[in-house]
């Protein structure tokens, strides 16, 4: 039996999202169970172990987020002994963040993780669907912001 499908388009839309954000807060969950970070934690250690030194800033542009935003999950992966945190020689009110050598063992990690999940479903699409998605998602996170 097939289940009851919305007649508008933007619930179908939103049913699709919801699954989505579900699906990524239950892997989430597990990756905390089995290798120590959730999602978002994995997220801000894949983009230090890309870019060694970033400061604050650097990674909240980089996930289009407020700085403060990021305060949290750097302050629990420091205090995790996951990053390093040191004043920028060059201007003490900076702090750049790098991996310690446990962060860098779950920047390898591919298994069960978020990313290891987009992989698959990237491979599974043609690169301009890829871009549409991209697309769409980008101004529905706009549209979502807007007035706030």
Do not use: C, N
Not at 19 to 36: E, W, Y
Not at 49 to 71: C, F, N, Q, Y
Not at 134 to 140: G, K, N, P, R
């Amino acid at each position: 039996m097939k289940s009851w499908q919305p007649q508008s388009e933007a619930l179908q839309y939103m049913q699709k999202v919801w699954a989505l954000a579900h699906a990524l807060d239950v892997r989430s969950k597990r990756m905390a169970r089995t290798i120590g970070v959730t999602g978002p934690q994995r997220l801000v250690l894949r983009l230090i172990g890309e870019m060694p030194g970033a400061t604050a800033g650097m990674l909240a542009r980089s996930l289009d987020l407020h700085a403060s935003t990021l305060t949290g999950v750097l302050s629990r992966l420091e205090a995790r002994r996951l990053i390093t945190r040191r004043v920028d020689p060059e201007d003490r009110r900076r702090v750049r963040f790098s991996l310690t050598a446990a962060g860098r063992r779950i920047d390898r990690e591919r298994s069960g993780t978020v990313e290891a999940a987009v992989r698959r479903a990237l491979s599974r699409v043609s690169d301009q669907k890829a871009s549409a998605s991209e697309e769409v998602m980008a101004i529905l996170v706009e549209e979502l912001l807007r007035d706030l």
